[in-house]
């Protein structure tokens, strides 16, 4: 059954630095990735996705997300945040093929002026 | 404009009490699905389905029904309603195939408490 992983459940960055968020993933074959926002007291929205083709992937609002098939990951990155970007981040998996949608646990971000 | 609307937004119960949430989606989707978030567990599914009159099991289905009347709507019932089910539940619904795949648009939450 697939799985995702998040290790960090919060992670702290200084306004206008670079982030990494970490997501690692369990599945066997090829899978579709997502990374989802929830900002305070809203649901969830799409940042990006990852269909088989290009590793690298660009979402809105400047995030990119690259995914690594050897080493089981699809981390998201930044080049500089923004105190707006202040939110809990989530990155899930889905068969290809398939319709079940399993997500991680979440990174809450927190950005320090 | 497309979208995944629930309610109520908030619902307080006893123990024991019997409890309906309801999803609606005008992204004509062929597939609906239950989460419940709960901190440092993420998002959970609880229940999914693809298509009226169709359900399938999630990862949490324990103290959960739930009924997929058309294609638009899907309610989760809690018939015995315990404390544990406590939480904030979320609603999405995704197409079965395209560029769009997979790709789950959420309705704004149901915040439930058993007391």
């Known amino acids: 059954a697939q799985s995702v992983t998040q290790p960090d459940a919060r992670v702290t960055v200084s306004e206008g630095a670079s982030l990494q968020l970490r997501c690692k993933y369990s599945?066997?074959?090829?899978?579709?990735l997502f990374w989802y926002v929830q900002y305070p007291r809203q649901g969830l929205q799409l940042l990006l996705k990852?269909?088989?083709?290009?590793?690298v992937v660009q979402g809105v609002n400047g995030f990119e997300a690259e995914f690594s098939k050897s080493n089981s990951s699809f981390h998201l990155r930044k080049a500089s945040v923004h105190w707006s970007d202040w939110a809990v981040y989530f990155c899930?998996?889905?068969?290809?093929?398939?319709?079940?949608?399993?997500f991680g646990s979440g990174t809450r971000l927190l950005v320090s002026p | 404009e497309a979208a995944v609307t629930q309610s109520p937004r908030n619902k307080v119960t006893v123990t024991g009490g019997n409890v309906t949430l309801s999803c609606r989606q005008t992204n004509s989707h062929n597939y609906m699905y239950w989460y419940r978030q709960d901190t440092g567990h993420g998002l959970r599914l609880i229940h999914y389905s693809y298509g009226a009159g169709n359900l399938q099991i999630g990862d949490v289905p324990d103290g959960y029904k739930a009924t997929r009347t058309t294609q638009e709507d899907f309610f989760l019932l809690l018939e015995l309603a315990s404390p544990s089910q406590t939480s904030l539940y979320f609603c999405a619904s995704s197409d079965a195939a395209g560029s769009s795949q997979n790709t789950l648009y959420f309705g704004a939450g149901t915040r439930l408490s058993v007391l």
């Open positions: 990852y269909y088989p083709g290009d590793p």
């Open positions: 899930a998996v889905s068969m290809t093929g398939g319709y079940k949608v399993v």
């Open positions: 599945y066997f074959g090829t899978p579709y």
